[in-house]
């Protein structure tokens, strides 16, 4: 028999958030995430969830985000934030899953059963975050998930609307003061503050202009830049747009994986060509940037490129401070473009590794570095600082020779507008352009660091996309027997081509991502291989056709 001290969660659970579903629903790359009709109980019990997490963590504070991210309105969403800011542990996955889908009359005793297996001492206090964004979905969610916390004599503290990463900043904060005040305020104090002290350092020059455009994707990230935009005494000069008046929708053709995967300029934002623009996503954890033309032609800034500016200019700095011995290195995934990857390598000499997609991926590679700059392409990621670093770097700002203060200064600054939590559209966008700032830079000329080779991604469709495993961080396809001997043909009859697939971790499709030197090349060889992935993956519907 589960204590009765448990009852409460059944009746809550009864009475106020009953399952109304049988559809099984998994804790993915990303928490939970689906229509927003389907996840009420799914929320109250994340919120039962974070309170034992936080118990087996010594009560210290854990975060619940409510948000699908740049998933259309009708989705939502739920996400655990562990104590340090960073994503639920993997092992907790398949706890969360568990509970999100037995059914009401069972609640209970899988409550008690979960308590035991992970040993949680639940008689100590605890709080637990609470923040959503700006769906209208969002408010209802909340409540459900503070209940779950309640029923588990839990303390709730709501945040209301903020972006995902400042609540990952805020528990951050909560359980590490050192780390900065875990409120709004405190975030805009530390990341923001950072900003306008670097400038007083750097004056703007070259090409470089203050004027920057913002596309908020119709989500909480336009409506934070908007309270920031006031408070930057002209040392910014933001035009936001798609802040979500006007009728516009959340992340409909417009916002960071719009402009990334279609590679077109989102709707809602005015055409100047030459602009800079900043596309944030609907939670503000991506940023892509990019500009059009004078012939009408977009130009994409993706995460490769915000990773290799922040990785240059960091090496510059620590060169500048001789801080010799600090080691900084970059995490790409299989999406980096291969251009990217060899000006890393070869022009910055700097280390990369590659590892499988998905933030909690990319940011544990990172912390095997002294520095570590880690990206998507899709324009999620950030820097990670080691104490070793953040400490070698601080006596230099204070004991250093002159050149070296001041580099070993400006790095001091870099470091505390970074969210090291996790991806931040907010401080990835101050980082860019302080450095394109420092180097005088306008888009055309960061774009000029390299050629992306052309790219193509597409989905596939199958009957069942767990047939295909891959390998060497998702480089390399182990099944179907045949799939990944018939890639490799296929790429060798293209100059500097490149392939691969994986069954995706938010959708039911597989994912075939292509390169190759020209454009043509690359649309036919992701044709080819998504051809190959339906004749030896069970593909359904029609056969993917090759372009005309
Ligand atoms: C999630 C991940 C993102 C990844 C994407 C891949 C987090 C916070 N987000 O959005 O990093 O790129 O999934 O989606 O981890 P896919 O598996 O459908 O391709
Ligand atoms: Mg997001």
Redesign the pocket.
């Known amino acids: 028999m589960p204590p009765s001290s448990l009852r409460v969660v059944y009746a809550f659970a009864r009475e106020m958030h009953p399952k109304t579903t049988d559809i099984f629903i998994e804790y ?3 928490g939970f995430r689906t229509k927003a009709n389907l996840l009420e109980h799914v929320v109250y019990r994340m919120g039962l969830l974070a309170v034992i997490r936080s118990r087996v963590k010594n009560g210290r504070t854990i975060g619940i985000m409510i948000t699908a ?2 998933n259309l309105e009708p989705d939502n969403g739920v ?1 655990l934030i562990d104590p340090d800011g960073e ?1 639920l542990e993997q092992s907790w996955e398949a706890i969360a899953t568990k509970l999100a889908n037995v059914s009401d009359n069972d609640l209970e005793a899988t409550t008690a059963e979960i308590i035991k297996e992970v040993n949680a001492n639940m008689t100590l206090k605890t709080s637990i975050f609470i923040g959503m964004d700006t769906r209208y979905t969002s408010p209802r969610l909340a409540q459900a998930a503070a209940n779950g916390v309640m029923a588990l004599k839990g303390t709730p503290k709501e945040f209301g609307i903020v972006t ?1 990463p400042m609540l990952h900043f805020f528990v951050k904060c909560r359980n590490d003061n050192t780390y900065g005040t875990p409120t709004e305020e405190g975030y805009y104090e530390k990341i923001v503050g950072a900003f306008k002290n670097i400038r007083q350092k750097l004056p703007v020059y070259g090409n470089y202009s203050t004027t920057l455009y913002v596309d908020g994707a119709n989500g909480v990230g336009g409506k934070k830049l908007n309270i920031i935009k006031k408070t930057l005494d002209g040392e910014l000069d933001l035009k936001l747009f798609n802040l979500g008046g006007n009728g516009g929708k959340l992340n409909l053709n417009c916002g960071a994986d719009f402009v990334k995967v279609s590679q077109k300029p989102p709707v809602g934002v005015e055409h100047v060509p030459m602009q800079r623009v900043a596309s944030l996503d609907g939670d503000s ?1 991506r940023i892509v940037y990019y500009y059009v033309d004078d012939k009408d032609k977009m130009h994409l800034l993706d995460g490769d490129r915000i990773a290799t500016l922040l990785a240059s200019y960091i090496t510059e700095l620590l060169t500048a401070s001789e801080a010799k011995h600090l080691k900084l290195g970059l995490v790409q ?1 299989a ?1 980096a473009n291969g251009a990217s990857t060899a000006y890393i390598t070869q022009k910055l000499k700097v280390p990369v590794s590659c590892v499988k ?4 991926h ?1 940011h544990h590679a990172a912390l095997s570095y002294d520095i570590g700059v880690y990206f ?1 392409a ?1 324009g ?1 990621g950030t820097v990670i600082y080691s104490h070793d670093a953040k400490k070698t770097i601080s006596k230099i700002a204070e004991e250093g020779e002159s050149e070296q203060r001041k580099a070993a200064q400006l790095l001091l600054d870099f470091i505390d507008m970074t969210n090291e939590t ?2 931040d559209a907010i401080s990835d966008l101050f980082l860019v352009e302080t450095v394109l700032c420092a180097r005088g830079l306008d888009a055309e000329q960061w774009l000029s660091t390299y050629d992306d080779l052309p790219c193509r991604q597409v989905k596939v469709t199958v009957q069942d996309r767990n047939v295909i495993s891959t390998a060497d961080a998702e480089r390399v396809c182990t099944s179907p027997e045949g799939l990944q001997t018939r890639i490799d043909e296929l790429v060798a009859a293209y100059a500097d081509g490149r392939a691969f697939v ?6 039911d ?1 597989v ?1 075939v991502y292509a390169e190759a030197d020209t454009q043509q090349s690359a649309d036919k060889l992701a044709a080819e291989v998504s051809q190959a992935v339906y004749d030896l993956a069970g593909g359904v519907g029609n056969r993917p056709e090759l372009p005309a």
């Open positions: 993915g790359t990303a991210s740049h996400k994503m995902t954890d995934t999406y997609t998905g933030v909690k990319l998507e899709n999620h996790v991806g994986r069954p995706s971790g938010t959708e499709v994912r």
